[in-house]
């Protein structure tokens, strides 16, 4: 399953977003990066080179940025061992995890170069849904486009939440979410630019809300909530969407499934994944990363949110 890269329009729409004016730029800010790597005592020298590229373009080829980035993805990977150890695609926390959320990119870029990612609560029994599995199985898919993904403007979010019940809600509403809010926005390259919310029920506001909480407050203005599908194209092509949505692209079963096998196909990778962390124990003394603060002891803010 492809995740199909840029026409010649979109890549020059995507160029011109990630300030990346060349090919010759991008080559000379890799080599910088990778060198500034090896500098780094603290960070792991076996990590997979393929995702220098996506963190420059995350980061606008700002290279202090980047540094920071990478450093906070690589420390994240020591410090939450719940998302980034024991990632076997096969076992069944994974595999139920697929079965309860429907999560993947779909193959085709937006007009101005953005992918979407599609997720969508499945009608699986909501007590073989686990938040600890489906975020580790979300950082499974992000890193796999860490690797094969080509040059995007950015992210587009779609959550159809029409079989979300109050009990999905209140398994969310515990610090793990905090913690994987964090991990997907200071550790992760994306962009984000939209996230629409749709099927929306009637206590939507307490979902968003709830995420609200934990998100940059730039983030915060880019829900937007849809009671059905159709409103959808006034932002995303109907043409690149899944069948369900009304669109071109193939059945969401079927494009879960193919992700399904996309991630088996990473297996080896991942058990060689293990390993790439930061060490912790070498980090300059004059080095710190965002993620040092204030990120646990957040049983309080969800004491604070009621769900009727």
């Not at 937006?110 to 909501?126: I, L, Q, S, W, Y």
């Not at 979010?157 to 979300?164: G, I, K, R, T, Y």
């Not at 099927?199 to 730039?218: G, L, R, S, T, W």
């Amino acid at each position: 399953m492809a995740l199909l890269g840029p026409s010649e329009d979109q890549m020059k729409a995507i160029r011109k977003e990630v300030n990346e004016d060349s090919n010759v730029k991008m080559e000379e800010n890799k080599l910088l990066i990778k060198e500034w790597i090896k500098c780094q005592p603290h960070l792991p020298r076996d990590y997979d080179e393929r995702i220098v590229p996506v963190f420059l373009r995350g980061c606008k080829h700002d290279l202090e940025r980047t540094k920071r980035k990478l450093d906070t993805y690589f420390t994240l990977r020591t410090t939450m061992p719940e998302f980034f150890e024991q990632r076997d695609p096969r076992s069944k926390q994974i595999q139920t995890a697929s079965q309860t959320l429907n999560a993947f990119p779909l193959p085709r870029l937006t007009p101005e170069g953005f992918r979407v990612t599609v997720h969508r609560f499945t009608e699986a029994p909501v007590n073989d849904f686990e938040p600890a599995d489906i975020y580790k199985f979300l950082c499974m898919i992000g890193d796999i486009r860490l690797v094969e993904e080509s040059a995007i403007a950015g992210d587009v979010f779609l959550f159809d939440v029409a079989n979300m019940s109050v009990t999905h809600i209140a398994k969310l509403a515990n610090p793990l979410l905090r913690k994987i809010l964090h991990c997907t926005q200071e550790g992760y390259p994306q962009r984000l630019k939209e996230i629409h919310v749709i099927n929306a029920p009637p206590y939507i506001d307490k979902i968003v809300n709830m995420f609200k909480m934990f998100m940059k407050e730039k983030m915060r203005s880019r829900f937007h909530i849809h009671s059905t599908y159709r409103s959808v194209y006034d932002y995303v092509p109907q043409s690149i969407l899944p069948e369900e949505f009304g669109g071109d692209a193939k059945s969401i079963d079927l494009l879960q499934a193919q992700w399904r096998k996309k991630l088996e196909s990473y297996s080896d990778w991942f058990t060689q994944q293990h390993s790439v962390k930061a060490d912790i124990s070498k980090r300059k003394a004059s080095k710190s990363t965002s993620q040092d603060k204030n990120l646990f002891g957040t049983e309080g803010a969800f004491r604070k949110l009621e769900i009727d």
